[in-house]
């Protein structure tokens, strides 16, 4: 009797392992998958085109893995087998946290960027995903030779199976990634799929513990290596660096918040926690400069909050508000760039769309400084709904100005030429301006946009008057983009805009 007891608590325990692999390789996949766009962020930016090519490649791979699997479960089919799929997707996995950062560099030089996420998307998720694709339909199969009735089995299983999804789905976005960080989720999620291979089957012969083995050191590899991302970190938003650099004029220490290698997004100095002054901010203080009553500014994008903490010390009785949509920026502005409580100074956090649609005015300015990356910018902050929104909330002689990263001729100035226009079809008046040289207009560079809601007041005039030195590096629509179709929210095609860039 005691051994009939022990025999079925064996097969139970069997039994029951094989709904909760299937459950949680329908999550894993998910977080992966979501962590995947984390990866390529830094690289291609956080694009449609990003997300188009994880999603295409990865369920692609997921079927092909689907059709691999079931045909592998009619012709060997045991839980030895089930273990061999789980210890190469742990493995697969694991290569993906050891490898990504030097396969993204090299497919991201000067390439076309639908091409280099796709490449990218594949060369890093093809395997796991295949495998993951695989356990499904396997782990069917080997329900089914215990059971008899297979219309509830399969039906059981593949809803565990989208259960799972759903639950890896919003644990990554709601907390996983923010929590835990890309790169090292990465290393626990191998972990985990090695976790299942392990229940999969007992006893673990010398040639599976050898497997088990060199799965694990890659899992501890995998965990370590995300260790040596200093200064990398998740929010729920985006994934950010904070690095430092050296000022060339003075030699004075700069920390820096960036999503990339090649771009700051805010900065201050190490030794005062001052404001660091990108290069663009003077036509933000133009702006102000030119405005004849500066009273109430609206900020859309806060970053480290540099500029607006420039502005009040410049302009001490005015007001800012700041409307961030990420919370997590705003504690990493308090702890590293100095960011500290002023009554003149209102936080916002939420969307720049959705405040727009319902804030109150009147502002004396809107600036606009959330197209942070030149591959991801927020769509639904350049259409003509949006600008109308900003014409309401300003005062009748104020001024939107915005920051983009564009060429000023060629391909590359697609989308700036279509903001432009999109501008102008609310704004009496609207000028655009390099910020570094009018003498190389096909090199992508900062631009800034300014557009006035009077139609009275001379704006460039104003302009030319207050900074002349700036006022010179006006450029003129190039005559072949002067027909790009306004930007709307039913039509605002911006990621193919700035695939050229």
């Given at each position: ?265 805010s900065a201050t100095y190490r ?108 769509y639904q902050l350049t259409t ?118």
């Open positions: 009797m005691a051994q009939a007891g022990a025999a079925s608590r064996a097969r139970t325990a069997a039994g029951l392992s094989i709904p909760l692999i299937v459950f949680m390789a329908g999550a894993i996949v998910m977080v992966l998958e979501l962590v995947g766009s984390r990866l390529l962020a830094p690289f291609f930016g956080n694009s449609l085109f990003v997300w188009t090519s994880l999603i295409g490649v990865m369920l692609g791979f997921m079927a092909v893995g689907g059709y691999l699997g079931g045909r592998l479960a009619d012709r060997h089919l045991s839980r030895s087998t089930l273990f061999w799929i789980l210890t190469a997707a742990s493995i697969s996995i694991s290569v993906i946290a050891l490898t990504e950062r030097p396969l993204l560099e090299m497919l991201a030089d000067d390439a076309d960027l639908r091409i280099a996420a796709v490449l990218s998307a594949a060369v890093l998720f093809a395997v796991p995903s295949m495998l993951l694709g695989a356990v499904s339909p396997y782990s069917q199969r080997l329900q089914l030779h215990a059971l008899s009735d297979s219309g509830a089995t399969l039906g059981s299983l593949y809803a565990l199976s989208t259960f799972g999804s759903i639950v890896g789905t919003f644990a990554a976005g709601f907390w996983l990634i923010a929590t835990v960080g890309s790169h090292e989720l990465i290393g626990w999620l191998a972990g985990g799929v090695l976790a299942l291979a392990l229940i999969v089957i007992r006893p673990l012969v010398p040639r599976r513990l050898a497997a088990v083995a060199a799965a694990l050191v890659l899992v501890l590899v995998a965990l370590l290596a995300s260790r040596g991302y200093d200064g990398a970190f998740d929010t729920q938003y985006d994934r950010y660096f904070i690095g430092e650099s050296v000022e060339s004029e003075t030699g004075r220490a700069v920390v820096t918040l960036a999503r990339d290698d090649h771009s700051i997004e030794d005062t926690g001052d404001p660091y002054l990108l290069d663009y901010y003077v036509y933000y203080d133009l702006a102000l400069a030119i405005l004849p009553d500066l009273d109430r500014t609206l900020l859309i994008g806060g970053g480290a909050f540099s500029y607006p903490r420039h502005q009040l010390a410049t302009h001490p009785g005015s007001s800012a508000d700041v409307v961030e949509i990420d919370p997590d920026l705003v504690a990493v502005a308090r702890t590293h760039f100095a960011l500290e409580d002023d009554p003149r100074l209102s936080v916002i956090i939420e969307d720049g769309r959705t405040f727009l649609n319902r804030a109150e005015g009147p502002y004396s300015a809107i600036l606009i400084d959330a197209f942070k990356s030149a591959a991801s910018v927020p003509v709904e949006s600008m109308r929104h900003c014409y309401r909330l300003l005062e009748d002689d104020g001024l939107v100005v915005m920051n983009i990263i564009a060429s000023a001729q060629g391909p590359g100035s697609r989308f700036l030429w279509a903001e432009v226009g999109t501008l102008r079809a609310v704004f009496p008046q609207v000028e655009v301006f390099a910020v570094y040289d009018t003498d190389a207009p096909g090199e992508i560079q900062n631009i800034a946009v300014i557009a006035g809601k009077s139609d009275t007041v001379d704006l460039l005039g104003a302009i030319e008057d207050v900074a002349p030195g700036l006022a010179v590096r006006r450029i003129k629509t190039p005559s072949d983009m002067t027909d790009l179709p306004v930007l709307t929210d039913d039509f605002a095609p911006v990621d193919q805009y700035l695939m050229d860039l």
